[in-house]
Every structure is written in structure tokens, then in C-alpha cells.
């Protein structure tokens, strides 16, 4: 059984450090060739978190006969491997198809974004193909003819001849609204990013930033001083803490600012944090912060945040369980909707329920 330790002197690093890239953290001060130095050696060594070896354990013999084999599968990412690493919630979902894959015995090709499609005889030898992220029309048409059995994760094409698995995370966000206006809140600022999609921007597509928009404007409140988005797809960096921190600028410079600020992931709530506590405010009295993802770092910021908890590992599990049941026959399309969870804590006030359930 390979330990931390283990890969921290393989890496030259400290078993600190292996653990916190391992658990996606943000706020780690890390290189990005150091932390995929990390990932792929744990990969190499085949090192599995106690979740996934009680996982593995709980399964049995999954992956013992080749009837739960699948063939060679090629992974198809919408970043490349630098935003990814930047992104604890795509390391989720990829780290949640390889560890399914190794249950399998599975090998793995694979292939992240680019500005060419990848050669079709790749996808054609793999056989199962896995795309993760979000795709033009284009690019899933093409996907599509050149992949003889095809899941998306985390996106849905919206045609009823692809298997996907995804998050509402529209519905998601109406739900938190709702919350949030019954705790009284009534300036509710919204920080997210454009939505690009084959090298096309969609200022108000992405689905959190269209489900605040609509929820605001049947209620009669939508001000477009309190939505604020930027682009965080500039490959190389970790922009999302640096958008946050700055779009929260903009909307702390409003005539009237926010009372409660939504922001589309967490680690662009860690850049609004810095913002609002550079601006002498206190979270949540002047102003609270609400996000999604729930990554690993979000209840050790000061307060801990309050977020929507999207699983990400589910997300690449149920991708892999999808291309079985396609292997094993099934003759229709399956849409899975993974669902999310809001995790109250102390950047916001807490629904009363929510408070007195906790404290039993």
C-alpha cells in the first residue's frame, strides 16, 4: 500500500505538501510543474485515499471478470492540463473516472483541449470515449461520429442521442436564491465568468449567471450593478482567485453594495474574501459570501464558507458506469443528474432549521 510519505521522497517534497495537492487545495503556494509532478507520481504508484480503498473494498469483485472490463478509454478534456490543475473540482472529476478505471483495470489515454481535434483513429482505437467539460456543437457533432461508444461528464450536449452526467447546478442556484431571500438578504450580488465555447463568448450563458438573472428579474430586483463577470479561461494561470478578488472590487465600489455576494466557484469566493477584508468589511456582518463547489479549503477559510457541494468524483464514477451499461447492451440514452447539497456555515447567516440540526 503506497503511503504519503512514499510519494513525498519520490517528489522531493513534504508529505504536508503531497497531502494538500492530493485534497485539491487552492491556497497551496505551489508550482504547477511541482503539483503535476505530484498527482502523476501518486498516479504511477497507484495510491488510492482510504475513500477509495473502502470504495473498492465495499465493491467486491467489480472488475474481476471481463464482463465488468471495458476496453481502452480515452479522456477528452475541455482544459488543458495547467487550468486543470488549477481547478480542484476537475481533478475531482478526472481522479473520480481513474480510480473507477483502476477498479476496472482500465488504461487511460489522455487527451486535454487544444485548437485541433484529436486524430480520429485515436478516439476509434479507444473504443470509449469520456469527454469532461463543455463542448460547442461542432465539437460534439465531431465527438460524436468518431467515438463508437461516448459519455459526456459534466455537461449536458442536449441531444437525446448522448449519454451525459451532470449537476443542475441551474436549479441549484434558484434553490440557494430562495434561501438566501428567506434569511432576509435583499441586495444579492453575483460574481461568475463569461461562457466560452469554441472560442465564442456568451456573456450571460453560463447556467449559474442565467438561473441568478432570471430569479432576480421575476422578483422584480435585478440591478446589473450587482453582476459582475470575467474571463478565467487564460490558459497558465490561476485566474480564478485573482477575478474574484478583483470583480468583488467592482462590486464593493457600487453606490450600494451587496449584502450578500453568490460566487460561481470557491476559489473566486477565496479572491472576494481578500477583498472584502482589504476594505476593512467583516463576513458575514457587513457582507456575506455564499459559493459552489465545496472543495476541500472551504471550511477552513476565516469564517468557513458557506457553499453548494458539487461531487465532482461522482460525476467521473457515474461517467464510467454509464459506458459499462452501453458495453453491456442498453439500446437508450441516459441523462444522470448528480445531485448537490448546500453546506451552510459561517460566511452567512443559516436557515433556522438548518442551525438546529446541526447543534443535535
Known sequence: MVTIKQIAKAVGVSSATVSRVLNYDPALSIS???REAIIETAEALNYETPRNRNRGAKRGTVGNSADDRL?????VHFLQPSE???DPYYIGVRLGIENRCRDLKTEIVKVYHSDEFPAPDLLQEAACVIVVGKHSAREVAWLKANSRHLVFADFN?????????????GSATRALLDELDSLGYQRIGFIGSFENIDGHSEPHGEQRCRSYIDWCREKGRFDENLLVLGNIC???????????????????????RPDVIL???????????????????SIPEDIAIVSFNDIPVA???NPPLSTVRIAGEHVGEAAVDLLLEQIA????????????RMIWRQSSRVPELKTLVAAQ
Open 71 to 75: 476496453p481502452r478509454l480515452a479522456l
Open 157 to 169: 450536449p442536449r441531444r437525446d442521442d448522448i449519454d451525459c452526467v451532470f449537476c443542475d447546478l
Open 234 to 256: 487564460d490558459s497558465g494561470q490561476n485566474l480564478r482567485l485573482e477575478t474574484g478578488y478583483m470583480l468583488a472590487q467592482q462590486l464593493l465600489a457600487a453606490a450600494a
Open 299 to 301: 471550511q477552513f477559510l
Open 263 to 281: 460566487t460561481a466557484n470557491d476559489n473566486m469566493a477565496i479572491g472576494a474574501y481578500r477583498a472584502i477584508q482589504e476594505a476593512g468589511l
Open 329 to 340: 447492451g442498453r439500446d437508450f440514452n441516459k441523462k444522470v443528474i448528480i445531485p448537490t
Open 84 to 86: 486543470e490543475l488549477s
Open 32 to 34: 504547477a510543474a511541482k
